[in-house]
């Protein structure tokens, strides 16, 4: 079975901290996403992150993936309120396949940053 | 670019009434649309993959019958969930990728209410 397995699920942390969220997928795969959503809201993208070793930075937001480990992180520098929101991570399982790119999400990490 | 429209934002209706959920691909041809419902507090799931053209193909557990999925044209493919019941009130979110492209935008999604 495919599984994208985010921890923590929850994070209340201070503004002015670093955190690290981490996103581990359990089949072969070198494409995977970030995302955010705010509540009531859709999906905006972050990170597309396609090949091992991959980092991307946004702001106060990096993104890495290491393939080999199957594990991606999103790393938060001296976080502020604003990025108080949920962050998924996707893993795109089948495009090797040439089927539909179907993504599997993990399960989301809740942030909240405490003013 | 790359921009997917959904209508309604949000609906309510009656147990037993059916209901229409459109996606849009506004500035591209979406050869591809995905359909997810999202409950509060959890992660996206997969509900269909829908190709212009084709039958759409339904996840595992998910009732075909049920939720109708209509591919039409390579910018619109409509949801309509039928003889609803309060248990189908979920945020629905669709996504669209380009053809050649794997990466999916994401629509604003639809939230609906079953009374």
């Known amino acids: 079975e495919l599984k994208v397995e985010q921890n923590p699920l929850f994070l209340s942390m201070q503004e002015g901290k670093n955190y690290t969220i981490y996103c581990n997928y359990s089949t072969t795969s070198d494409r995977l996403y970030w995302y955010r959503q705010d509540p009531g809201k859709s999906l905006e993208s972050l990170f597309v992150l396609l090949s091992n070793g991959a980092v991307k930075q946004e702001g106060r937001l990096m993104a890495s993936l290491d393939t080999k480990a199957r594990l991606s992180t999103l790393h938060i520098t001296a976080a502020v309120h604003d990025l108080s929101a949920t962050y998924f991570c996707a893993v795109d399982m089948e495009w090797r396949l040439n089927r539909d790119d179907k993504i599997i999400f993990g399960k989301g990490t809740r942030l909240h940053i405490l003013p | 670019g790359a921009v997917v429209s959904q209508h309604p934002s949000w609906v309510i209706c009656k147990s037993g009434t059916s209901v229409k959920i459109e996606c849009r691909s506004l500035?591209?041809?979406?050869?591809?649309m995905f359909w997810y419902r999202q409950f509060p507090k959890q992660s996206l799931m997969l509900m269909a993959t829908s190709n212009e053209g084709s039958k759409a193909t339904y996840e595992q557990g998910v009732e075909k019958d049920k939720f109708l999925i209509n591919h039409a044209s390579l910018t619109l493919s409509t949801l309509t969930v039928t003889s609803a019941h309060p248990e189908d009130s979920s945020f629905y979110i669709c996504?669209?990728?380009?053809?050649?492209?794997?990466?999916?935008?994401f629509g604003p999604g639809t939230r609906l209410t079953v009374t």
């Open positions: 500035d591209f041809q979406a050869t591809t």
């Open positions: 996504s669209a990728t380009q053809t050649s492209q794997y990466e999916q935008y």
